[in-house]
């Protein structure tokens, strides 16, 4: 069991404090890990990624100055005493792919995000370590998601906490709750599409699922999203969303709880109803449908 969040606002508001809000509320379904991942246009690149070995560093930076330079960068130990570092870059948008892809071929590397349009923040444990360790207020935009983890399948490593990217698309991000049956399945054919796993999770495979059909589909998230629920088996509720589209696919057969509460000032997707309470009392949510796969332009 895990709780997830989404929210789009009908005007900048800050996003990243509501979206905690909102998961602080539903940290009952996952004391084991948490993140958001909030979309915000920055100047340049900004590169979120975890180090399993400080050693890793050097070959980390000269990977990224093949593609600019580093204008600046700042380091946290996660609460499992691992690296992790984000670094402001100058350098050409459309090489961020490419990089993005040189980054996770190494074992030791594990990127979190890498845009200049969002950023991913996740840590181990308690929302409270996301918050003390992380800068997050003043993220004014319209719409982000985020997730509280139950590690069911996985380790508790902060690669393996949600929300998830993908240099197939690295403008997207997902978080989900849920297992996948054909897992196995799944990673084989993304790994013979080129899918570089960081983790055993199976979340990860959602990533590399759906942003593989973003690629597929020239970046219609509808599209993508039921072409991915085409070919997940399980009982699952997956947020997706770029800079400019958010949305859910839900499993066939309806187990995993999603709920969609539409108010005057925003839209907001979660787990449970109590959450929506964190930015609004006394809303009223749907219970989203099975199989359903529902898209909002940004």
Same mark, same amino acid.
């Given at each position: 069991m895990c709780g997830i969040a989404g929210m789009i606002s009908k005007k900048p508001? $800050?996003?990243?404090?509501?979206?905690?809000?909102?998961?602080?509320?539903?940290?009952?379904?996952?004391? $084991?890990?948490?993140? =958001?991942?909030?979309f915000? $246009?920055?100047?340049? =690149?900004v590169l979120r990624v975890a180090l399993k070995t400080p050693e890793a560093l050097d070959g980390l930076e000269r990977m990224i100055t093949e593609f600019g330079t580093i204008v600046e960068k700042s380091s946290v130990v996660n609460v499992t005493g691992k690296l992790c570092y984000e670094y402001t870059v100058k350098m050409n948008r459309d090489d961020i792919k490419a990089l993005h892809e040189q980054i996770n071929q190494n074992e030791n590397l594990a990127v979190h995000s890498i845009s200049n349009r969002f950023k991913v923040y996740k840590e181990g444990g308690l929302i409270e370590n996301l918050t003390d360790r992380y800068v997050l207020k003043g993220a004014v935009c319209r719409h982000g998601i985020g997730h509280v983890r139950m590690a069911t399948e996985s380790a508790e490593d902060v690669n393996a906490a949600h929300p998830f990217v993908s240099p197939f698309y690295p403008e997207l991000a997902i978080v989900h709750n849920g297992q996948f049956t054909n897992y196995f399945n799944l990673r084989r054919f993304l790994e013979a599409k080129g899918a570089k796993f960081k983790t055993l999770n199976d979340s990860e495979a959602a990533s590399h699922m759906i942003a593989y059909a973003m690629t597929l589909f020239d970046g219609d998230l509808s599209k993508a999203l039921k072409y991915a629920g085409d070919r997940m088996d399980g009982v699952y509720c997956i947020i997706a969303s770029t800079p400019t589209q958010l949305g859910f696919v839900k499993d066939k057969l309806?187990?995993?709880?999603?709920?969609?509460?539409?108010?005057?000032?925003?839209v907001m997707l979660g787990s449970e109803q109590i959450e929506f309470n964190a930015v609004e009392e006394n809303v009223f949510a749907n219970e989203m449908e099975p199989g359903e796969v529902r898209v909002w332009n940004i």
């Open positions: 508001v $800050d996003v990243a404090q509501d979206l905690v809000k909102m998961l602080s509320l539903i940290q009952h379904r996952g004391p $084991d890990a948490s993140g =958001v991942a909030v915000q $246009d920055t100047e340049y =690149v309806g187990v995993k709880p999603l709920l969609v509460a539409e108010t005057d000032t925003c």
